[in-house]
């Protein structure tokens, strides 16, 4: 879980530089005139996991009171970013693919900056192609996988009032399509909702560089309690602009606790985690104005009191990209 959370959140940082250093370009060129503007990017990440959840991992697992066997694979990256600014307003609509639970998604939203409150923005996310093992806990065969219809509302503002806090809401609804271990134990049903918070705050360290410290919170309002939880977290990132790249740090730390104890293991889950990951950008690859490259690397820890759920996950990937 750790893995595709931590996935996601930095990725969608990376994202929301590309789109947001790509909103102030259109912004300031479009004082007079309302204009078009999007990025095309392809790309992957490998990943090396022992998490014995993830459906692109094993099969088959010999005992589910022990951490699952470390697996590889490797994740593509298709991603766009359509956008259309009105200039009279300087309201953006776009539509794009960001990741969502570490599964290309498809997402429509809209852009408004304002003096009084900050930039603000709502999007809705539905993901596609995302998989989940039927029952995850089998042992000695090979587990099927099913669907997960996901869609998720979100609204950020930054800047708020013309000073460095951002906060993000966003409420994630999940519905497994043949949720086979939640047939048989009722408390480990994964249907459900997720609503999650996050704060942060900009500390610009010059002209060209900030630090970030976040933190967040989310509710697991899970149909099975033993999947309900709660959680928190602290985050803190570096960024660093440059006209020839943009170099990114970001830490994570946070803990989740579960609401009643778990059917297989008689005991009520608690996890631990923690991540960190470095993102650079190169802009005008090979002297080429609009090409660019993203490349990415990191590592992300779960230690759970519950074995199964244990996980170490190592990652490097990269895309390349146009911007227009």
Known sequence: MLKKKFIVAFWGVVLAISTSAQAQNSSSNTQNKSTFSAFVDIGAIYINSTSSENTDGKKKIKDNMKEGETSSYVLPLPLFDFRYTFANTGTQLFLGTPLDSANLGLTLGVVQPTESLGRITGSIVTSFGEKVWKNPYEENVNRSSTGVDRITVTIEVEQIAGTGFNATVSNKTMEITDDEIGELFSDLKRDGTVKSAEFSYNIGLDQTS???????????????????????????????????????LKAYFGTSSYDKAHPIYNKTRNEQS???????NLNNLFDVESLYAKIITGAALTDSNIDFFDNKTILTGATIGYSF
């Open 274 to 280: 923690a991540g960190c990951m470095v993102f650079v």
């Open 210 to 248: 900030m630090v970030t410290p976040g933190i967040m919170v989310a509710k697991g309002d899970i149909e099975g309690r033993s999947n309900s939880y709660d959680e928190s977290g602290i985050s803190f990132s570096y960024k660093k602009f440059n006209p020839k790249y943009i170099l990114m």
